[in-house]
């Protein structure tokens, strides 16, 4: 198996773990503690893109603070322009739009519903 075949067995994976939690996370939120679960929930999957798309920890070291130090939905929603942006430097931007496009659907019931649409719009 060559390095694209690897790739690609793991970027489907990928999108099947995304499209797997955001099932899970479909219901209404009901509690601080259930968003903080779901902040961090969305928060480990731009790191598990951003840490997929680069190689080395230089590459991802300004956008890896802000994201870590993110601690509101709508802070991880704006770094989603900043991920595509980073992971577009290193593996182009159709593969970063894709990536951020899996990680939008996370947002779903955080973020007003008018932003998924505007998000979807661009895609």
């Given amino acids: 198996m060559n390095l694209h075949q690897q790739r690609e067995i793991m970027r489907r994976w990928k999108i099947s773990k995304f499209a797997t939690s955001f099932m899970g996370l479909r219901s209404d939120i009901s509690s601080d503690d259930k968003l903080e679960s779901r902040i961090e929930e969305v928060r480990s999957a731009m790191l598990d893109a951003l840490f997929d798309a680069l190689e080395s ?67």
């Fill in 57 to 123: 920890d230089a590459q991802r070291s300004l956008l890896l603070i802000k994201l870590r130090g993110a601690t509101e939905i709508q802070t991880l929603w704006y770094l989603r322009s900043d991920l595509v942006a980073t992971i577009s430097e290193y593996i182009g931007e159709s593969e970063a739009m894709e990536r951020v496009g899996i990680l939008t659907d996370l947002f779903r019931g955080m973020v007003p519903a008018q932003q998924l649409l505007s998000a979807r719009r661009r895609r």
